[in-house]
């Protein structure tokens, strides 16, 4: 069973065409980069996922339950979200609360803890600040913490109600290089772990897209430019087209990085570190 099926979505908004025939399918042991310029449809295909908006024509499938056919509020539960607008409010409404409360709010995804929580939660929020690197940091309050820290704090969050997919919507949004990679080698241990939900890490800023990514889905204009595994998506020619200016990839390991050529470059000379696609 897929564990996310997005199926011919199109999404139209006063007579404009925002969405156009998007179709992908996320299946267990995959991660998933969603890539694209701003304005390619990338917030909005997150809408259509979580149900917050609903696609003009088309379907959405989490787990095997069809939006319009099930309670999205229990389809949402196994829905885990991190994200810049995220950490904002959480430092507006919860910062002064300690690190091991804001990951156990998780358990209800609430900002902040409203609920009496039983002992094998607690047990769980502190093995996700060990996991994440972060069990020094428990009794600290959240604004204390560096940016790097507390998207690390917000992802510990997201995995408190263990869900099967885990939207990672630009979480590097105002890091600096250092606090960056931080998070992004947290994501990557977590990722490859054998309890790890399915990512889909949304960005435009190809360096982030861990090596744990299976495949990537790149948008342009609202409709899909390419999908599939990630060596196949991620080359000269189709980021060329979705960024809209001509680049030059170069692998190391794993992990990608672009060069944006000047006037009269081509892509061809391109020195590449990597090796040859996994079998």
């Known amino acids: 069973m897929a564990i996310l099926s997005v199926s011919d979505v199109t999404w139209i908004r006063n007579q404009q065409t925002i969405l156009d025939g998007v ?12 890539i694209g310029l701003n304005g390619s449809g990338k917030t909005s295909l997150l809408q ?3 149900a917050y908006q609903w696609p003009t024509r088309g379907q959405v499938c989490v787990l095997g339950q069809r939006y319009g056919r ?46 009496r929580l039983e002992p094998e939660h607690w047990e769980r929020a502190h093995a996700l600040a060990e996991k994440l690197g972060l069990r020094h940091l428990g009794s600290r309050p959240f604004h204390t913490l560096s940016q790097g820290e507390k998207q690390r ?8 109600s263990e869900p099967a997919l885990l939207i990672l919507d630009e979480p590097c949004t105002a890091l600096d290089v250092r606090a960056r990679e931080d998070v992004l080698n947290s994501l990557d241990a977590m990722a490859k772990g054998p309890d790890a939900p399915a990512l889909l890490y949304v960005t435009h800023h190809i360096e982030e ?16 430019a390419a999908c599939g595994e990630k060596r196949t998506v991620l080359t000269d020619d189709v980021l060329s087209r979705v960024f809209h200016v001509p680049v030059r990839t170069v ?28 079998r």
């Open 209 to 224: 897209i861990l090596p744990a990514i299976t495949h990537v889905l790149a948008l342009e204009g609202g409709r899909v």
């Open 48 to 50: 259509m996922i979580t």
């Open 251 to 278: 692998w190391q390991g794993d992990r990608v990085f672009l060069t944006v050529l000047t006037p009269g470059e081509t892509a061809e000379p391109s020195v590449s570190a990597a090796p040859s696609a996994p």
């Open 70 to 115: 099930v309670d999205v509020r229990e389809v949402r539960k196994r829905i885990g979200w991190v994200s810049y607008a995220l950490l904002q409010r959480v430092e507006r409404d919860a910062g002064s609360d300690p690190v091991i409360d804001v990951i156990a709010s998780g358990t209800f995804s609430s900002i902040g803890l409203w609920e």
């Open 153 to 160: 704090v917000l992802i510990a969050r997201a995995l408190m």
């Open 23 to 34: 179709s992908f399918e996320v299946q267990e042991g995959q991660h998933w980069a969603l």
